[in-house]
DNA sequence: CGGTATCCTCATTGATACTG
DNA sequence: CAGTATCAATGAGGATACCG
């Protein structure tokens, strides 16, 4: 009805708000490891972008480049018919991400030990 | 025993790892919002921050706080003892994640509509 | 090669209520 | 005021297998 809160309550319209959404944007576990690895990567494939990410199970890269793709954070293009070959690439959206991702980098660089002090695994 | 190893295979050691950690920790749905909310309004009271954060139970307020706090990121002040009365303030591990939250911030508003275009709610 | 489909487990959230 | 306890609900993430 009141389409001037269309903003959660504690957002107050100064466009912080954003802060939220591009958090739960690059913070999905998964994403900023995508975003990085086609930042310096360039295109990948499908398994090279698996290969490139470790761990990760085809299942939820697939739902993360969906998701990725939905948010026009990634573009996916068939480059090849048969065989079956995709590749994954950044769209400019996804490229503008790159200070924040740099951001992040730089601060858990500057503050964050690389040998992690999370302090509770050590008990 | 390895210690030249003590990062996870998908990170390469360039320091990139640090931008999961980073974003970890500000992508748990409220910690930017708090952390935020610290950096605008200075010390806050426990429920003084509930109000600020909106629709946040005090439970997870609660876990918030702890683990902002485990991470030196926000502090506990008991400012009073009867009634009790305390305090959670930005330490200056806190305060100098504010270039981080500005980068998530400006990037979302520059590139993501505060009307949020999600599309999936328009059906 | 590039994905989906299942199934299962664990972490996170949330509502409510209660305590010092 | 400042939390903790409980319990239920959700959902992300992971392992494995299978299909075009």
Redesign the pocket.
């Known amino acids: 009805m009141e389409d001037t809160e269309r903003l959660p309550a504690w957002c107050p319209g100064e466009g912080w708000c954003s802060i939220t959404a591009t958090a739960s944007l690059v913070g999905?576990?998964?994403?900023p490891v995508i975003i990085h690895r086609l930042l310096s990567e360039g295109a990948?494939?499908?398994?090279?972008?698996?290969e490139e990410v470790d761990?990760?199970?085809?299942?939820?890269?697939?739902?993360?480049?969906?998701?990725l793709e939905e948010k026009r954070i990634v573009s996916?293009t068939?480059?090849?018919e048969k065989?079956?070959?995709?590749?994954?690439a950044l769209t400019d959206l996804g490229e503008s991400l790159e200070p924040v991702v740099m951001s992040l980098a730089e601060w858990g660089e500057q503050h964050l030990d690389p040998v992690e002090e999370k302090a509770s695994s050590v008990v």
């Open positions: 999905k576990k998964w994403h990948l494939g499908f398994n090279a972008l698996q761990g990760i199970s085809s299942k939820v890269l697939s739902e993360s480049l969906d998701d996916r068939i480059v090849s065989p079956v070959r995709v590749e994954y």
